[in-house]
Every structure is written in structure tokens, then in C-alpha cells.
């Protein structure tokens, strides 16, 4: 059975920034958690960040917090730990959380700290796309479920 990585605070562990989650109620979610198919991961948890953490944003090809600390190289460690689960456990699909510097999968925030939005992949989506994971965020969950029933 074709494992999936997902985001966790889609799942409601509050890892976020903030100390939140960002819980997703689908039924889809909840039968591939009772079928054992989930793995659940923060990347910026993985990277050695703390919860909660300053927020951040991508500003060119760095990752900075509002207070301007950069957060590149903590960000970059937790997408790689996250490639590596994923070709430990054979998964090529992941559900990530749209918006996040991290899990952006179509947009992240402008790197103003305004909360305005801009076409754009977080560093984690980029390399498991780069690596042939297909990505969807937790708006794509039908098409996840289409491409999952289609490819496995």
C-alpha cells in the first residue's frame, strides 16, 4: 500500500509556527490514517526549529524571519530529512500545507511579512518535486486521491 506524507499539522499536531495546527477534517484524510497510509512530519520541525518559532518568509533565495535572523539552513535540513523518509518508505506522493515557506505547493507569502500572497513553491515542495514526488496541498485533496487510485 502506497504510503503518503503529509504535512502535520494538517493532521492537528500542533507544530506550527505559532504553536498551532492547522487541522484538515476530510473524510479521504481519515480513511488514510485508519489504513495505516499517513506519515506525518513538520519540515521546519525536522530542520531543528522550535514551536513555537518566528514566523518566516522567503526573500529571494534566503529564508528570514521578521526580525531578519536567517533561517535558510534549518529550512533546507528539514526538506532534505523530509526527501529522505520519503525514499526510505517508497513515497512518491505528499499532501503539504499551502502557503508555508516550507509546504508551499502553488503559493507562499510575498517575503513583506503583509500576509499578500505570490505564485510559489516552499523549499521542501521544490526538492521532493525536484526528486519526482508529486506534491498537492490540502486544497488538491480529490486530485491527490485521483492521482493515488490512477498511479498505485
Not at 484538515?24 to 520541525?45: F, G, Q, T
Not at 526527501?83 to 517508497?90: K, M, P, V
Not at 508551499?104 to 500572497?117: A, C, E, L, P, W
Not at 526528486?131 to 487510485?149: D, M, P, W
Request: glycine share 8%.
Amino acid at each position: 500500500m502506497q504510503k503518503i506524507l503529509i504535512s502535520s499539522c494538517l493532521m492537528g499536531e500542533k507544530v506550527r509556527f505559532d504553536g498551532k495546527s492547522k487541522k484538515v477534517n476530510a473524510e479521504i484524510l481519515e480513511i488514510w490514517h485508519a489504513e495505516n497510509r499517513l506519515i506525518l512530519l513538520c519540515p521546519e520541525v525536522a530542520g531543528g526549529l522550535l514551536i513555537p518559532r518566528a514566523a518566516a518568509e522567503i526573500q529571494g533565495s534566503s529564508i528570514v524571519t521578521f526580525a531578519g535572523d536567517d533561517v535558510s539552513k534549518q529550512f533546507d535540513q528539514g526538506a532534505q530529512k523530509v526527501l529522505e523518509i520519503c525514499q526510505q518508505h517508497d513515497i512518491h506522493i505528499a499532501i503539504l500545507k499551502e502557503g508555508s515557506p516550507s509546504c508551499g505547493v502553488i503559493q507562499i507569502n510575498d517575503g513583506t511579512f503583509s500576509h499578500s500572497k505570490i505564485a510559489g513553491q516552499g523549499v521542501t515542495t521544490r526538492l521532493l518535486q525536484k526528486h519526482g514526488v508529486k506534491v498537492f496541498s490540502e486544497h488538491q485533496l480529490n486530485e491527490a486521491q485521483t492521482y493515488l487510485q490512477r498511479m498505485f
